[in-house]
């Protein structure tokens, strides 16, 4: 491997994880409908939770989806 392959393998991890936090932050944010924690009812933290777990559910089925095919 060259030095550009092994940069380029960082980039790409890096990218990644900066991605997902972002797609992470982005489902809190619309689970939480744009409240802080302050703000919300207990019906509304047990609807974001929900929200979050269907998400999870979504993302390890993608992942196994991708699998498959």
């Known amino acids: 491997m060259n030095v550009n392959q092994i940069i380029?393998?960082?980039?790409?991890?890096?990218?990644?994880?900066?991605v997902n936090k972002g797609v992470d932050a982005g489902i809190d944010m619309a689970a939480r409908r744009g409240k802080s924690d302050d703000e919300m009812s207990p019906e509304d933290k047990a609807r974001a939770r929900q929200s979050k777990d269907l998400a999870n559910r979504a993302r390890k089925a993608q992942k196994v989806s991708r699998k498959l095919f």
């Not at 380029?8 to 900066?18: A, D, E, S």
């Open 8 to 18: 380029n393998m960082i980039i790409r991890r890096v990218t990644r994880q900066l």
